[in-house]
């Protein structure tokens, strides 16, 4: 019952506080000329008086008495509290008057009246005789809180019978909002409200067949939920004959409150959707307007040209047909897609921190970060950056043990600053690096030693990538503006494509070793067929700066990242080969800031990772233009170690995800490693 005594005190104090707050004139002002009795600060008068009154209300008799707190006192004091609870009083006076009279153990007949399970148990607590007031085991059977759990089991019940058909009314209402507002210009968007409508139709009957199915398993749900609060009852039953807090008696309203979370969160996805409005609009009336009308993006011979430019670099002819067969079933149900592009973006709204690690150490200053890398089986993660070393981390044991310092399982030293790795995807301990003079070298992790040193480039090469359909096969880029294909066989380049413009970023498809992609500081992306070198395959041209990433969504889907802050979603069925082509940018993802600095870019799955300049990470989802969730490194001092306010230009320098799943490792220009689970 120590909880109760902390409670008597905390309310003598808080009584002092508040006359303390009041100088003695406006206390003065402020009681009635009637009120006779209370606190005053006035010269004359002593808030004393009030303190010794309101002790003696929470003090039992034998405690009067004897001085000696006891357990049955404390259940005195309990009595009091839940006698204040319960009865309501019009004034100051009144309330002293009352509450006079409850020393006698005399009620208001109001209370009486209207309540009398409750003023049975507060004659109960309030018993003269210590020997007859109830334990802690008979409050809590009592049949008031008896009755507060069942209406709590209740309460979740119907709660989680809300939350199912709330699942179903997000993209209701999204629609129906949408039709209301154009409605109002019915005259110029007659198509897109008859549209809507019948889409509102179509999510009506989708909703009535939910509904239906729903319905049979609802009285199953309701006699579990029964059974359920059975077993609770008798959970709490058995936790009875242990000595319990009376403060946990209070846990009844907040578990109440708890189950109201689940509702809750629907309508915070809700509001996430309506706060986008815009973005979802657009992406709405794109994806209507594209299964509508198919063909628009480039005319009937282009798009035949397209395909089988392709199907030279991407997947065999039969493979496109399954494709083409499976992306005209998806245009007939267009609506479905969007929907399952708004639960994807409402499923994850932040990251959370599950570990962190230094790369450098504290004396260099020079720890940024500038690639991360996932082995073939996701289990270890390489980092390189200017300290001139890659480090190999274990990811499982990082995450389990929960220490200040991780050290790296393999460290292997290198002679220059480092721009890129990458893991091989099919031989697991082949490691490719590529640094500032230039030098791309093949590593075999598990030995620490160097299997092939290439030094063709002229100037410092950016990035380096294995094949994923030929992993004997890579790929660098330079700011020679030469690309260089590698062989892990051979000691000398086994191809050269050559451009006016450095290259900064390299990548090949998921399914093709012949189809390879890279962005330059001329501000566009090339895609070439490494069988047939002389010409572009098509050139991807709407970035406003130079193109600093890109990764493939899937075999004919990619993204860029550019130091004009954007990032740009590439369809290659709908792009042309003629140059400055515009029409394969699907959509343009804003939100983080990139003007100077490599920032990172990483795909798994669907979901976009980025950088940004403001030393956050931004996630966002590959159908939908606004950021899903967003995280904010904290500054560190380079020198401490601590955090500081200031930032001093930090950025995140480097992302990663863990294969499918929603593990992202980020790091920044000072060489803090965290990693992320998007949740």
């Given at each position: ?8 005190r ?39 008086e ?9 003090t ?29 009083f019009?004034?100051?006076?009144e ?7 409850l020393?006698n153990r005399?009620?208001p ?7 009398p399970?409750?003023?049975?148990l ?5 018993h003269?005789?210590p020997s ?24 979740q019940?119907a709660?989680?019978l809300?939350e ?14 949408m039709?209301?507002q ?10 897109d409200?008859?549209?809507?409508s ?6 009506e009957r ?8 729903r ?21 709490r ?9 009376p403060?946990d008696?209070?846990?009844f309203r907040?578990k109440?409150?708890a189950?109201?979370d ?10 996430r ?12 009336f ?14 009937k ?10 199907s ?7 493979e496109?047909?399954a494709?083409s067969?499976?992306g ?7 609506l ?7 639960c994807k ?7 959370e921190?599950?570990a ?15 690639s ?12 390189a950056?200017v ?45 490719a690096s590529c640094?500032?003079?230039?030098v791309?070298?093949?590593w075999?992790a598990?030995?620490?030693?160097v ?10 090469a ?9 992993p ?29 413009a ?18 330059s500081a ?9 069988r047939?070198?002389?010409?572009p395959l098509?050139?991807?041209?709407s ?14 889907t ?5 130091t ?18 515009q ?8 939100g983080?800031?990139?003007?100077k ?20 990470v ?6 939908l ?5 967003s995280h ?5 001092d ?11 230009g ?12 929603q ?7 000072m ?9």
């Amino acid at each position: 019952m120590l909880g109760w005594r902390e409670i008597r005190r905390s309310s003598w104090f808080a009584l002092q506080l508040e006359q303390s707050h009041q100088g003695p004139h406006q206390a003065a002002v402020n009681r009635s000329p009637k009120d006779k009795i209370g606190p005053c600060l006035v010269p004359g008068c002593q808030t004393g008086e009030k303190v010794q009154d309101l002790k003696a209300w929470y003090t039992s008799s034998e405690e009067h008495a004897t001085g000696t707190i006891t357990f049955a006192s404390d259940i005195y004091s309990l009595g009091v509290f839940m006698f204040e609870l319960f009865c309501s009083f019009g004034s100051e006076v009144e309330r002293m008057r009352v509450m006079a009279d409850l020393r006698n153990r005399i009620l208001p007949p109001r209370l009486l009246s209207e309540c009398p399970k409750e003023a049975s148990l507060c004659l109960w607590l309030l018993h003269p005789d210590p020997s007859c007031r109830p334990k802690a085991r008979d409050i809590f059977n009592c049949e008031i809180l008896m009755e507060a759990g069942d209406a709590i089991a209740e309460r979740q019940a119907a709660v989680l019978l809300e939350e199912k058909e709330a699942e179903s009314e997000v993209l209701f209402e999204f629609l129906l909002r949408m039709q209301n507002q154009k409605q109002e210009n019915a005259r110029k968007l007659a198509h897109d409200v008859s549209r809507l409508s019948a889409d509102i139709q179509e999510v009506e009957r989708r909703r009535l067949a939910l509904k239906k199915k729903r319905g049979p398993i609802t009285k199953v749900e309701n006699s579990g939920q029964r059974r359920v609060t059975g077993a609770n009852m008798q959970e709490r039953k058995g936790l009875q004959g242990k000595r319990q807090h009376p403060e946990d008696g209070v846990g009844f309203r907040e578990k109440g409150i708890a189950c109201i979370d689940g509702r809750g969160k629907i309508l915070s996805k809700s509001a996430r959707f309506m706060s986008n409005f815009n973005h979802l609009e657009k992406v709405y009336f794109s994806m209507n307007w594209r299964a509508c009308a198919p063909g628009m993006g480039m005319s009937k011979s282009s798009s035949r040209q397209g395909a089988e430019g392709l199907s030279i670099g991407c997947a065999a002819s039969d493979e496109l047909k399954a494709t083409s067969r499976s992306g005209e079933e998806n245009e007939e149900d267009w609506l479905g897609c969007f929907f399952d592009s708004l639960c994807k973006y409402a499923r994850y709204s932040r990251f959370e921190v599950k570990a962190t690690l230094r790369h450098g150490d504290l004396l260099n200053t020079a720890n940024m970060v500038c690639s991360l890398s996932f082995d073939r089986d996701e289990e270890y993660f390489a980092t390189a950056g200017v300290c001139k070393r890659i480090k190999v981390f274990e990811c499982d044991t990082i995450l389990n043990e929960h220490v200040d310092i991780h050290y790296p399982v393999v460290e292997i030293p290198c002679r220059s600053k480092l721009s890129s790795v990458c893991w091989n995807g099919y031989i697991k301990s082949h490691l490719a690096s590529c640094d500032y003079e230039g030098v791309v070298q093949l590593w075999d992790a598990s030995n620490n030693r160097v299997l092939k040193e290439y030094e063709e480039h002229e100037k410092r090469a950016w990035s380096v990538d294995f094949s994923k359909a030929y992993p004997t096969k890579l790929a660098s880029g330079s700011d020679d503006g030469t690309v260089k294909l590698w062989s892990i066989n051979q000691e000398r380049s086994i191809g050269t494509i050559k451009t006016k413009a450095n290259v900064c970023c390299i990548q090949f498809p998921p399914d093709s070793g012949h189809l390879l992609t890279f962005g330059s500081a001329d501000y566009k992306v090339y895609v070439y067929d490494l069988r047939t070198t002389k010409l572009p395959l098509c050139i991807l041209a709407s970035h406003q700066k130079a193109v600093s990433y890109v990764k493939f969504v899937d075999s004919v889907t990619l993204v860029s990242a550019s130091t004009d802050n954007t990032l740009k979603l590439w369809d290659l069925t709908r792009a042309n080969t003629a140059p400055h082509a515009q029409t394969g940018c699907s959509l343009t993802y804003t939100g983080h800031t990139n003007e100077k600095n490599f920032i990172g870019l990483s795909i798994a799955d669907g979901y976009i990772a980025c950088g940004s300049e403001t030393n956050a990470v931004f996630a966002y989802h590959k159908s939908l233009p606004m950021e899903m969730a967003s995280h904010k490194f904290g500054c560190t001092d380079p020198i401490t170690g601590r955090e500081v306010e200031e930032d001093g230009g930090q950025f995140v320098s480097s992302v990663c995800w863990r294969g499918k799943s929603q593990t992202l490792v980020a790091a920044n220009s000072m060489g803090n490693i965290k990693i992320l689970e998007m949740v």
